[in-house]
DNA sequence: GTCTATAATGGGATAGAC
DNA sequence: GTCTATCCCATTATAGAC
């Protein structure tokens, strides 16, 4: 494979069980088996890496919601998805997806990142904001109120819920906060 | 005021602002107006700092608890000051809580300061058990149900908001992320 | 595109005088 | 308890040969 593509494959994996500090270019040397001024000829600053990484990571998920849709023709099903999407980043506890990795490591990032970052997170709300107003036609979610309030808290309680999660190294602390909202999309709610 | 408990204010703030990573002894000597090795003095590794400041800190919102346990007789309202207790510590988004920076920022912590975290969610999560437990009885709750997911479900909510209120700047976002949270506490609940 | 070699910086930490 | 002076180390980053 690519050495771009491999650099950017270890060191997401580095961000999202350390962090984005958590990792330096000597350990992603070791890693991938060349030499950290190699890196740089790639990357010349870490903080190109960490472009890169968001950019990537935010047209991997805007790709998969795109297929979700395609997929799945009910309000609560795409929700089902959308929270299963956050449940498989974790890992077993050991890592939290690229976008709470950032958001956590907030402080470290240089201004182009976080706007990245922030453009990641509008665009999530859009997305569960429209499947909140499909949720108030099709009936699909329990007790349904404002699409968008709906949206940032959905939003919050994912990433909410992966932070204390990892910082228990229990998955199951992530089951157990996110147990009612998935409770709301069960398929009996369906009319 | 005395030296060891300035520097633990100054620190507290300098944490909840650019995470645990984001200041330097360097810095806090600056800010404090004495050397660094005098703070070597007071705490001679910075995960003594850290083990301190978790410390104080979990003692402080102990006490705060037991404030609201005693001010407030029902549910809903003590958890609409459990709310604000997290509302406050944004401090309009240039902040967030202790326990949400040192959850961030995890990856550079100590394993007995871990512990100390951990031990502090676990007590948040007691308190908003028992919370969630009484509000099956005093109707005060909209829509209960199982109180342990419950209390997880809410201190992920409040962790999240902060997180993703802070990334953006923004307090308005844990303002929507926590609506529907607080809607379920309007006091036309109580019957 | 990868290497060796080397800055340059900043951080945590210690010794020992006052 | 605070200071000056210093050490050690990790980290990011660059120069220039191959």
């Known amino acids: ?36 001024a190699s890196i740089h000829h790639h990357f010349p600053k870490k903080a190109d890496l960490a472009f890169s990484l968001i950019e990537r990571y935010a047209g991997r998920v805007s790709e998969r919601l795109a297929e979700i849709c395609a997929r799945e023709p009910t309000a609560a099903a795409r929700l089902r998805a959308y929270h299963q999407l956050y449940r498989a980043a974790l890992a077993g506890g050991a890592q ?62 994912m990433e909410g819920a992966q932070l204390v999660s990892r910082a228990a190294k229990d998955v199951s602390h992530f089951d157990q906060a996110t ?10 709610q369906i009319h």
């Open 179 to 188: 147990a009612a909202f998935v409770s709301r999309l069960s398929p009996a």
């Open 96 to 157: 939290v997806c690229l976008c709470v990795a950032f958001s956590a490591g907030r402080d470290s990032l240089t201004d182009p990142v976080l706007e990245q970052l922030n453009a990641f997170h509008r665009d999530s709300v859009d997305w569960l904001q429209t499947v909140f107003e499909q949720a108030a036609q099709d009936g699909s979610v329990a007790a349904p109120s404002d699409p968008q309030a709906e949206a940032r808290a959905t939003l919050a309680l």
């Open 1 to 36: 494979m690519d050495t771009r593509t491999t650099l950017l494959d270890h060191a997401e994996r580095a961000v999202r069980q350390r962090g984005y500090n958590g990792f330096s270019y000597a350990d992603l040397a070791r890693d991938v088996g060349i030499r950290k």
